[in-house]
């Protein structure tokens, strides 16, 4: 058993060095070069031979995902940890993966494991975005699989709902439901006090509630988040509960306030 893991390892760090070839499409490879990668051909042709590790947030995991994943969400206390656990139970390769080509977080994920001496870990960083239109077969989308990739959500009909600053207060004048998806470590400003719902996305009730109170309302409802990245998942769910029409804050709090005043409310940490 140990030398045919030992063989898929060797067979996956192959698969990285043809990968690297294409390091242009791939903007943070350059910073993680000690990081292995894995193409989606080899991940999928291997699937049942490695351990996957989704390391986005939950609400995404929950909304999709590659199918027979675990999740860890990326955190440099409790991750490392938590990949020492999987490779106690196992010595098969692990591979951690994000959204898609822009994403860090596979490599940030990857390289905190090397760190902790774990070995045999890759990052497949094509991602979620590659793979569900590649392999809806072994893709995962609001708990059902196979998914018809007919039912992913592009980016242009996202940004269709994406609206400035001054949009969103004007809406909100007219008549609107405003929704803050943050979680409580996010709330440090409020930016419509007495005048919006709040119910962070992780607890299904109070979104399941937030969203029925607006459908009831009969008006438009504005969702903003925390930098504008958690709002592209929830809308799987507002179109899921047949919610006509909606409106996202572009940038989120954070990108509403440096519309209002000029900066950000705080300094904002680099994002993946």
Known sequence: MKKRIALLGIILLITSAGARANDDAFPHRAKFKHVPIIAAEALHRDLD?????DVRSHYEFETLHIKGAQHIALSKEKLPNAVKLLRAQSEMPIVFYCNGHSCKKSYEAADLAINAGVANVHAYDAGLDTWTRQYPDQSV?????PMNPADLISSAEFKKHLITAEDFEARLEKGAVVLDVRDLRQRDVV???MRELRAP???SKKIADAVAEAKKSKKPLLVYDKVGHQTRWFQYYLQQQGVKEYYFLSGGSEGYYEAKFGKPSYKLPEQS
């Open 49 to 53: 031979k490695v351990i996957v590790v």
């Open 141 to 145: 989308l609001l708990g059902k699989s």
């Open 191 to 193: 930016l419509f006090p």
């Open 201 to 203: 996305l992780d607890d």
